[in-house]
């Protein structure tokens, strides 16, 4: 059996096959996990966004809470927004990528970015709506409240 990758493969970590049966390939992909000590803040048109690089060199912009944006080649040039995590048993600040995520090959996010003025549209009508308040809970005045001992 052969696995054949392309010479721009960036981001795989680690192919592990298995062939339980031979009708059946089992292929499974590490994650990537990103580096405590790679971070760094860049702005951009004023504002400071997030870099980190991950353990196979990609780099990825922070563009909200744990979220990041990365490009990078699998088998074809492919943009990332992914949602990442701290490892639970490992060294503080290791962020692991969450299952909250999507990627775009470059046809697709050509195309996410033409609808970016249609989007914004839609932001700001849905903006200017009059943003309805919770009724917010009654007090509960102390001296109406009910002593258990007057019961006793």
């Known amino acids: 059996m052969a696995l ?3 010479n721009t493969t960036v981001r795989l970590a680690k192919i592990i096959v298995s062939v339980p ?14 580096s405590t000590g790679s ?3 860049k702005t ?3 504002q400071d966004f997030e870099r980190r690089r991950s353990d196979d060199n990609v780099e990825m912009v922070g563009i909200g809470k ?5 490009v990078y080649v699998f088998t074809t040039p492919q943009v990332e927004i992914r949602e990442f995590y701290n490892a639970p ?14 990627n775009m090959s470059i ?6 970015k033409k609808l970016i003025p249609e989007i914004d549209r839609k932001l ?14 009654p007090e509960i005045n102390p001296s109406k409240t009910s002593n258990i001992n007057e019961y006793s």
């Open 39 to 41: 971070k760094d803040l």
């Open 4 to 6: 054949f990758m392309s």
């Open 124 to 137: 700001s009508d849905v903006h200017s709506l009059p943003i309805l308040k919770v009724p917010e809970k």
């Open 89 to 102: 048993n490992g060294p503080i600040g290791k962020l692991l990528p969450g299952r909250k995520g999507i």
């Open 66 to 70: 744990s979220r990041y944006v990365s």
């Open 44 to 46: 951009v048109d004023g």
């Open 107 to 112: 046809e697709q996010y050509e195309n996410f």
């Open 21 to 34: 049966q031979a009708s059946s390939l089992s292929l499974n992909i590490a994650k990537r996990c990103v």
